[in-house]
Each structure stands twice: as C-alpha cells, then as structure tokens.
Antibody
Framework: EVQLVESGGGLVQPGGSLRLSCAAS????????MHWVRQAPGKGLVWVSR????????SYADSVKGRFTISRDNAKNTLYLQMNSLRAEDTAVYYC?????????????WGQGTLVTVSS | QSVLTQPPSASGTPGQRVTISCSGS????????VYWYQQLPGTAPKLLIY???QRPSGVPDRFSGSKSGTSASLAISGLRSEDEADYYC???????????FGGGTKLTVL
C-alpha cells in the first residue's frame, strides 16, 4: 500500500524558515518523480514544486522560486521541502504527492498534509 | 488565478447527471492528459480520473471523464449525497514543466 506521511509543519514568523519532510513507503520511491502541492485555507490546490527521480532536475512555481528548495534522499525514501523567507501568503496545508506516470504528470497518491502557518 | 478554468460551483439533485468543465491551453490540456480529483472537507484530494477518462480501481463508474482539444469535462451520473465535495482538474504543463490545477468546483447535492 502506497503511503506518504508529511511532517515538519508548524507556526513560523514571517521571514523564517521551515523544512518539511515526506516519508514514502509501499512503492519504489527512487523510480518516481515527486511533487509538493499546497492549499491555503478555504482556497484551491496550487502546485509548488517537483523533483525528478534521482534529484538532478527540479522546477518551481513562480511564487516560491528562489525561496523554496525541493530535494530527496532515495536511500531514506524521503522527500523534502526547504522553505526560506516565508511570507504570510505561504500559509497553507502542504501535501506531498507521487507523480502518477513516474515522470512528468499529475499525481496519484497524496499524503494527509501538514499545516504551515506564517504569522507573527 | 488558476491556469485551468473551472466553474466555481455546480449543483444537482439525487439521481441527476452533472458535468463540470475545465478549460486550458495548448501547453497543458491541449498536449497532455487531464486528471480529476475529489476532495471531501478536511481530507486530502483523491484521484478520480486519470489519462482523460480512466478510473482508478475503486472509483464507481458513475464518474467519467472526457477531453476535446483544450477542454475537458467530468460527468457524474446518478448523483448521490456523498458526491458533495470539491472537484479539481489538473494537467501537466509543458511550458511550466509542472502541474497546473483548476480553481476547483464545489458540487452541492440539493
């Protein structure tokens, strides 16, 4: 059974940093691209970032480019999102999700999400 | 605003058939598969349709998807109260090199 479990969310002040983790199990993690998607309170889904299977290629939404960094550790079956220079508008539930085709497509399995609140 | 365009709301009575539209462009829907998700309140999105019209195991055949050019639609037949949820379309975007979503459609079962 595919499982994705996010952690690392919490309350952080504007300008601060946070690192999210996503522990994957039930599939060959190193064979799949992975994504982060966020959802602000009461709002829709917004794609944040993706990383290819070996971590050599990444892309980001314009809203987070230069502030967020996606990475992965295939030996630990874990996906990360390093978030720096956080702003109030980054407040959201952050989901990690698996690329459904393995490389360059929308997602199939999602984690339960972790809430990030940016506030003073 | 979202790259893909969906109506913000839709409604129907039990047993009815409703459709939700999703409009995009040549760099996303026009050249890639469309996916649909259902999100119940307080839960993570669940994959409903992949590759335009394919249903994952366990998704009832009341749900169907279609695509034509740069638009797609989700149809729900035999509407049930438990179908009341938010629905999102998504596609890979070749220009962005990432996933684009619709703004979501809130379905109300009257």
């Amino acid at each position: 059974e595919v499982q994705l479990v996010e952690s690392g969310g919490g309350l952080v002040q504007p300008g601060g940093s946070l690192r999210l983790s996503c522990a994957a199990s039930g599939f060959t993690f190193s064979s799949y691209w992975m994504h982060w998607v966020r959802q602000a309170p009461g709002k829709g889904l917004v794609w944040v970032s993706r990383i290819n299977s070996d971590g050599s290629s990444t892309s980001y939404a314009d809203s987070v480019k230069g502030r967020f960094t996606i990475s992965r550790d295939n030996a630990k079956n874990t996906l990360y999102l390093q978030m720096n220079s956080l702003r109030a508008e980054d407040t959201a539930v952050y989901y990690c999700a698996r690329d459904s085709e393995g490389s360059g497509s929308p997602t199939d399995y999602w984690g339960q999400g972790t809430l990030v609140t940016v506030s003073s | 605003q979202s790259v893909l365009t969906q109506p913000p709301s839709a409604s129907g009575t039990p047993g009815q058939r409703v459709t939700i539209s999703c409009s995009g462009s040549s760099s996303n829907i026009g050249s890639n598969y469309v996916y649909w998700y259902q999100q119940l309140p307080g839960t993570a999105p669940k994959l409903l349709i992949y590759r335009n019209n394919q249903r994952p195991s366990g998704v009832p055949d009341r749900f169907s998807g279609s695509k034509s050019g740069t638009s797609a639609s989700l149809a729900i037949s035999g509407l049930r109260s438990e179908d009341e949820a938010d629905y999102y379309c998504a596609a890979w975007d070749d220009s962005l090199r990432g996933v684009v979503f619709g703004g979501g459609t809130k379905l109300t079962v009257l």
